[in-house]
């Protein structure tokens, strides 16, 4: 399955998104990214859910190949308003918008603003964090990552990309906050950090904004059908049973996924491919 890549101007932005599947028939379906990635993390899946439906992943603004906002975001819902001018240009009124982290926060947004657009929301690795919790994330998550003479800033930015395969925070690396028994092979932290560098000074606009954004409350207002991701792999998981212990409406559901990729994964596939071909 062929995975293209186009430029779309739309809300005052230039955007790049790629695209596999088209001609299929259903609803498309809109991948959005956490950050600091951008839509290259998902070609891979984008060639398999391409066989059933056209499917579009989306650089969210200021991350790959999408401009940033023209100024600095006040919160996440400064970026749902052009989102929807590029959907309505490329996907069409209404679409199966899924996100991750913060994709899903993005896809909240989104669903906030305009509900008539969104078909049905699948957030995965959403959670409920506290306002200390939150107060010392946007405190220490962030580090200058500017470029310095002495080329010291790679060397943090390959630290923090490590460091975030293995332990949440990434700046708590100790075994309380461990994560994964093991490093995360070079190649995979390369990838990461290179993402991380291209998003440039302004890498941490949308993640600032995400975190500022992952409250419950937020979850509580959807009044679109909805599916809550529980991912027993995540490093969100302990912040995602927090999110799932409030009264939620009853147009959210959760889908517990198991924690191989590879199970996960073909049952993320599933259950979308039951969103874009309602019966």
């Given amino acids: 399955m062929t995975v293209d890549r186009h430029l779309c101007r739309a809300g005052g932005l230039q955007w790049h998104y790629r695209e596999a599947g088209a001609g299929h028939g259903g609803l498309p379906l809109v991948l959005l990214h956490p950050s600091p990635r951008s839509s290259a993390m998902y070609a891979p899946w984008m060639a398999v859910l ?11 603004p200021g ?16 970026y749902a ?13 209404r679409c ?18 305009q509900p008539q657009a969104v078909a049905h929301l699948v957030l995965d690795n ?33 630290q923090m990309c490590a460091q975030m395969a293995e332990f949440f925070p990434w700046f708590d690396a100790d075994e309380a906050h461990r994560i994964a028994p093991s ?46 991701l ?16 409030f009264p939620l409406p009853a147009n959210v559901a959760m889908l517990d996924t198991p924690a191989p990729p590879a199970e996960r994964q073909a049952a993320m596939t599933a259950h979308l491919h039951t ?4 019966a």
């Fill in 50 to 60: 391409g066989a059933h439906c056209r499917v579009l992943a989306v650089d969210t």
């Fill in 63 to 78: 991350y790959g190949g999408t401009d940033a906002l023209p100024a600095l975001p006040s919160g996440m819902a400064d």
């Fill in 81 to 93: 308003g052009p989102l929807h001018a590029l959907l309505q240009t490329v996907a069409g009124p």
């Fill in 96 to 113: 199966v918008v899924y996100g991750s982290a913060t994709g899903a926060q993005l896809g909240i947004a989104l669903a906030l603003s």
């Fill in 126 to 158: 959403a959670a409920h964090f506290d306002d200390d919790e939150r107060d010392r994330i946007l405190a220490h998550y962030f580090p200058d990552l500017a470029p310095r003479a002495d080329g010291s800033h790679l060397a943090r930015a390959w």
């Fill in 183 to 228: 490093p995360a092979p070079a190649a995979a932290v390369h990838a990461a950090v290179v993402e991380l560098l291209a998003a440039g000074p302004g890498y941490n606009s949308a993640y600032r904004a995400a975190f500022a954004h992952e409250r419950a409350a937020h979850v509580q207002a959807l009044r679109v059908p909805t599916t809550l």
């Fill in 230 to 245: 529980r991912w027993r792999g995540s490093i969100l998981l302990r912040h995602m049973d927090r999110l799932l212990s």
């Fill in 275 to 278: 969103l874009t071909h309602p």
